[in-house]
């Protein structure tokens, strides 16, 4: 809890010891909420001015800003560490992808669609696009309005409207009227009508400026006149400056908690020229604090690593992602299927599955609870033995499943073999290292 020691909690609390927060004492949860471990609500008892004491105290460093509404609504912000193993970032970066006004007005449907259609299964978990940006490159502040409306007809997913004219942002938040998009850009030559805009329409707006030292003085003024969903949009002309000013901008932000620049931040990957380069500055961007990222691409190679990157930076690195300990069936298998064994780790099990989904094959797979760990990391910790595979394949009733008595152990503990073999009687085989070769290795040896 930002700026309270525990003792200075512990003072705001009711100090009953009664046990309703689940910790012992009153002092035992209130080092928890200093270390931001749990949230006040935890305890029923606390008197209302020490919830508004300690609320205010606790907000975090950089501002919650909520785009979009009801079930398509998306939070940036409120990010509270520098680094992934202090604490896990807390909402993910909003990926969207930009559709400029220079397209025919004919092809806005078919471009939304390909934009909600960059969806993804990765892992167990869907991954997919935020928002489609709308920028405006070409049209009039009318034609831009209507442009927006035709977007924002032909998709669910929420608007982010860009334009250096405020009569263009007034015109697409009029014929759209509501919807909460993310408006911008609000400069030093515009801030004053797009703030106007932001506060009739009651929306976010992006601020762009070229220094921190200039950013930190338009959201000063925009705060004053009592707009404060603000997102940070820093110019920048190549990535290693992107990065540079990202950085500090998130140390500002969350060491020094400077509250004129503690906002989530924004970038635009525009490098046309190199779509290679596209795909690193969007990874680049997603590790690197960025809280809302526009692409101008729907290839589908270029947008799947940049939310795959997403996906692995926007989890625990503390907990273990792992799947269910239990027999998974992997299309339709029978009695002639192969069984295989692996353990609980998400990337192992998914990398297996996917593999075997991929070359037609069904079969059963007998997975272990390791803690989330994958097969060598496992072994070395003593939590996969031959003894414990044996006692997981016959507990979820695998070798009952099927006619035959073979096994497919992995290929990176072949020394597990006779010890599985010895303990259960089955026949058991070697598979190969990695999953990619298991289509292969079936194909040859089942």
């Known amino acids: 809890m930002a700026d309270l020691s525990a003792m200075e909690i512990y003072q705001e609390l009711p100090q009953t010891d009664c046990g309703d927060c689940n910790f012992p004492t009153c002092m035992a949860f209130a080092m928890q909420l200093a270390n931001n471990q749990v949230s006040l609500d935890e305890c029923p008892h606390v008197s209302e001015a020490a919830e508004e004491k300690l609320a205010a105290s606790s907000a975090p460093p950089m501002k919650i800003v909520e785009i979009g509404e009801g079930e398509e609504a998306l939070e940036i912000g409120g990010e509270t560490v520098e680094f992934r193993h202090e604490e896990k970032f807390q909402r993910p970066t909003v990926i969207g992808?930009?559709?400029?006004?220079?397209?025919?007005?004919?092809?806005?449907?078919?471009?939304?669609?390909?934009?909600?259609?960059?969806?993804?299964?990765?892992?167990?978990?869907?991954?997919?696009?935020?928002?489609?940006?709308?920028?405006?490159?070409?049209?009039?502040?009318?034609?831009?309005?209507?442009?927006?409306?035709?977007?924002?007809?032909?998709?669910?997913?929420?608007?982010?409207?860009?334009?250096?004219?405020?009569?263009?942002?007034?015109?697409?938040?009029?014929?759209?009227?509501?919807?909460?998009?993310?408006?911008?850009?609000?400069?030093?030559?515009?801030?004053?009508?797009?703030?106007?805009?932001?506060?009739?329409?009651?929306?976010?707006?992006?601020?762009?400026?070229?220094?921190?030292?200039?950013?930190?003085?338009?959201?000063?003024?925009?705060?004053?006149?009592?707009?404060?969903?603000?997102?940070?949009?820093?110019?920048?002309?190549?990535?290693?400056?992107?990065?540079?000013?990202?950085?500090?901008?998130r140390r500002l932000a969350i060491e020094e908690e400077f509250s004129p620049l503690g906002y989530p931040l924004m970038a635009r990957v525009e490098n046309e020229q190199n779509p290679y380069q596209q795909v690193a500055e969007g990874a680049s961007h997603v590790l690197k604090y960025c809280s809302v990222l526009t692409m101008d691409t729907t290839k589908p190679w270029q947008v799947l690593p940049t939310l795959a990157t997403r996906q692995h930076i926007y989890v625990d690195p503390q907990v273990q992602s792992s799947v269910d300990s239990k027999l998974h069936e992997v299309g339709d298998p029978g009695p002639t299927s192969p069984v295989l064994f692996t353990t609980n780790f998400q990337l192992t099990y998914y990398s297996v599955e996917g593999e075997l989904e991929d070359a037609g094959f069904s079969a059963y797979v007998a997975v272990k609870d390791t803690g989330g760990l994958g097969i060598l990391n496992a072994y070395a910790d003593d939590q996969l033995s031959g003894e414990g595979i044996v006692e997981t394949v016959r507990e979820q009733g695998a070798m009952e499943k099927v006619d035959h008595d073979r096994l497919i152990i992995p290929g990176l503990v072949p020394q597990l073999r006779m010890s599985v073999q010895e303990e259960s009687g089955w026949d058991v085989e070697v598979g190969p290292e990695d999953a990619a070769s298991i289509p292969s290795y079936l194909r040859e040896e089942w």
Do not use: H, Q
Request: hydrophobic share 40%; net charge negative; charged share 35%.
């Open 97 to 249: 992808i930009r559709l400029s006004d220079a397209v025919d007005e004919a092809e806005i449907g078919s471009r939304a669609e390909e934009i909600e259609e960059l969806e993804f299964e990765r892992v167990g978990e869907v991954i997919s696009v935020d928002a489609v940006s709308v920028t405006n490159s070409s049209l009039s502040p009318g034609e831009f309005g209507e442009f927006v409306r035709k977007v924002d007809e032909n998709t669910e997913l929420p608007l982010i409207v860009l334009s250096e004219e405020p009569k263009a942002i007034e015109e697409g938040l009029e014929a759209i009227g509501s919807g909460n998009p993310l408006v911008g850009r609000a400069t030093e030559e515009n801030w004053e009508e797009m703030t106007e805009l932001a506060k009739e329409y009651e929306c976010p707006m992006a601020v762009e400026g070229e220094s921190l030292e200039e950013l930190a003085e338009l959201t000063e003024m925009i705060t004053d006149e009592g707009v404060e969903d603000l997102v940070l949009l820093p110019e920048y002309s190549k990535l290693g400056d992107a990065l540079e000013k990202f950085t500090r901008l």
